[in-house]
C-alpha cells in the first residue's frame, strides 16, 4: 500500500528538474484543455530538457489564468501566434478532435514539431493528408516530428504483456474501458458530433489501439457495433457508449466495449486475449520429457487489467492451461493450469528483454512521461525503442471509421481546411 500511494503521490507531484542550458525543447499549447496538465505539463516538470513555454486559447483570460495556475511564462493572442514564434520548438495540441488536423497541418507547415492528442483526426481521409504532408517525407532532413500522442503505448506494463501473446495465434480478444457518469455531461465536449465527439473518439480508440497491438494487425471487418445515444433530438449522433466485433486477418475476433456514462465505482480498463491450443515442440523445456507416443498441448490466456493507466495499478495474469494426450487418438492422460501475474513499472520490472529500453525510467512515471522521453529522443535523433508511426495512426483511424459506418451514426465530418 505505501509503494502504491507513494507511486501515485509522486506521479501527480513529480519532482522539478534543473533544465539544461542548451538543446532545451520549448513547447507551446494550442488551448487550455483540461488534459494539458497531466499530458504535458507535469511530464515536463522531469524531463531536464522540456521547458513548456507559451499558450493560447479562445479567450485571453482563460489563457492567463491557465499560464498562471501552471507557471507558464508567455501567453498568446492565438494559435496562428504560437506558430509564429521563433522560440517556440514544439506544440502539443489538446484542441478538440474535429480541430486536431487542422491545427496540426498548420504546425508541421510552420516547421514545428507536433504532439497530438488521440485520435490524431476526425477519421482516415483526415489522416491520410496530415501523414502524407510532404514535408514530413522521410528524406527531408528536417522533418518536423508527429506523434499521436497514445500515451499507454508507451507504458512498459502494455510490452510485458505483450510478450505473453502469440499474434498468430490469438482466436478472440476481449477489451473494455470506461469513465464514470459523473466526469462526462449531456452538453460536455464528449458529446457534441461537430467537435468530433462520441464513446469510440473520446475513450474506445484505446481498445481499438491494444486491438490492433494484440493481433498485430489491422481488421478486415467490423462484424457489428451496437450503440446508445441520449436520443434527444441533439445529442443523436455522439455514442455515450458502444459494443464493436471485428474481424482479423487471422480470423480472430476482437471484442471492443466503452462507455462514458459507466457507474461511479472506477473499474480498471482490461484487455483479455485468448489463444488457440498450440502442440508444444518435443524439446520443449517446461515439465519432464514425454513418452514416446504422447504429446503435450497449452491454451493461453493473457489478461492486461488497467491498459490505460497503468501507473495507478496494473496487473498481467497469464494463465496456461496443458493437457498431455495420446498421439493416436487424442485421448487426453492428465491436465493442469498454471497461474502467473506480472508488473511492470519500468523496463528494468518487464525483463531483460528490454535491457536496451532507454531510459530506466522510475516506478511513478505516468505513461505520459514515458511517452515524452521517446518523443524528445526523436526530435533529438536519438533512437527510440516505441513510436507511433504516421501509417500506424492512419491504420487507427480507419478502424474507428469502420466501426461508426457499421453502427449507423456516420464518420465524425472531415474538416474543409486544406
Known amino acids: 500500500m505505501f509503494a502504491l500511494l507513494s507511486r501515485v503521490y509522486s506521479a501527480f507531484a513529480p519532482p522539478t528538474v534543473e533544465k539544461r542550458k542548451d538543446g532545451v525543447i520549448r513547447f507551446g499549447i494550442l488551448g487550455a484543455a483540461k488534459i494539458a496538465p497531466m499530458a504535458l505539463i507535469l511530464p515536463a516538470k522531469s524531463h531536464p530538457e522540456v521547458v513548456v513555454h507559451a499558450i493560447a486559447a479562445r479567450d485571453r483570460t482563460r489563457a492567463e489564468e ?44 510552420a516547421g514545428k514539431h507536433v504532439l497530438l492528442e488521440k485520435p490524431s483526426v476526425n477519421n482516415a481521409t483526415e489522416a491520410a493528408i496530415l501523414f502524407g504532408l510532404p514535408q514530413l517525407a522521410k528524406e527531408q532532413a528536417d522533418a518536423p516530428v508527429v506523434l499521436e500522442a497514445f500515451h499507454n503505448r508507451f507504458h512498459p506494463a502494455v510490452h510485458k504483456f ?75 449522433r455522439c455514442d455515450t457508449d458502444f459494443a464493436a466485433q471485428f474481424r482479423f486477418p487471422n480470423g480472430g475476433l476482437g471484442d471492443a466495449r466503452s462507455t462514458l456514462r459507466g457507474p461511479l465505482l472506477w473499474k480498471p480498463s482490461e484487455a483479455r486475449v485468448t489463444h488457440r491450443e498450440v502442440v508444444l515442440p518435443a524439446d520443449d523445456k517446461a515439465g519432464e520429457p514425454l513418452p514416446e507416443g504422447q504429446e503435450k498441448a497449452r491454451t493461453r490466456v493473457v ?116
Not at 68 to 93: N, T
Not at 360 to 376: D, T
Open 162 to 236: 505483450l510478450t505473453f501473446v502469440s499474434p498468430a495465434d490469438v482466436v478472440h480478444a476481449h477489451t473494455d474501458s470506461m469513465v464514470s457518469s459523473w466526469l462526462t455531461a449531456k452538453d460536455n465536449i464528449e458529446f457534441n458530433y461537430a467537435m468530433g465527439g462520441g464513446s469510440m473518439m473520446m475513450l474506445g480508440t484505446y481498445n481499438f489501439g491494444i486491438l490492433r497491438m494484440v493481433f498485430g494487425a489491422d481488421p478486415v471487418e467490423c462484424v457489428a457495433c451496437d450503440t446508445h445515444v441520449f436520443g434527444d433530438g441533439v445529442h443523436d
Open 66 to 109: 491557465f499560464a498562471k495556475k501552471h507557471g507558464i511564462p508567455v501567453v498568446r493572442d492565438s494559435y496562428q501566434e504560437i506558430l509564429d514564434d521563433p522560440d517556440i520548438d514544439a506544440v502539443f495540441i489538446p484542441l478538440p478532435n474535429s480541430l486536431h488536423y487542422e491545427w496540426a497541418v498548420r504546425s508541421v507547415r
Open 303 to 418: 489478461t492486461l487489467h488497467g491498459f490505460i493507466h497503468a501507473v495507478l495499478w496494473h496487473r498481467i495474469d497469464v494463465k496456461d492451461t496443458y493437457v498431455v494426450r495420446n498421439k493416436a487418438d487424442g485421448r487426453p492422460l492428465r491436465t493442469w493450469t498454471e497461474t502467473q501475474s506480472h508488473k511492470a513499472y519500468t523496463y528494468r520490472d518487464a525483463g531483460p528483454e528490454f535491457a536496451d529500453a532507454a531510459p530506466a525510467g522510475e516506478p511513478w512515471w505516468m505513461s505520459y512521461r514515458w511517452q515524452l522521453e521517446e518523443f524528445v529522443n526523436r526530435v533529438k535523433g536519438r533512437r527510440t525503442q516505441f513510436w507511433v508511426l504516421g501509417e500506424d495512426s492512419t491504420a487507427q483511424m480507419r478502424m474507428v471509421d469502420m466501426a461508426y459506418e457499421k453502427s449507423g451514426l456516420g464518420l465524425r465530418p472531415t474538416s474543409e481546411y486544406r
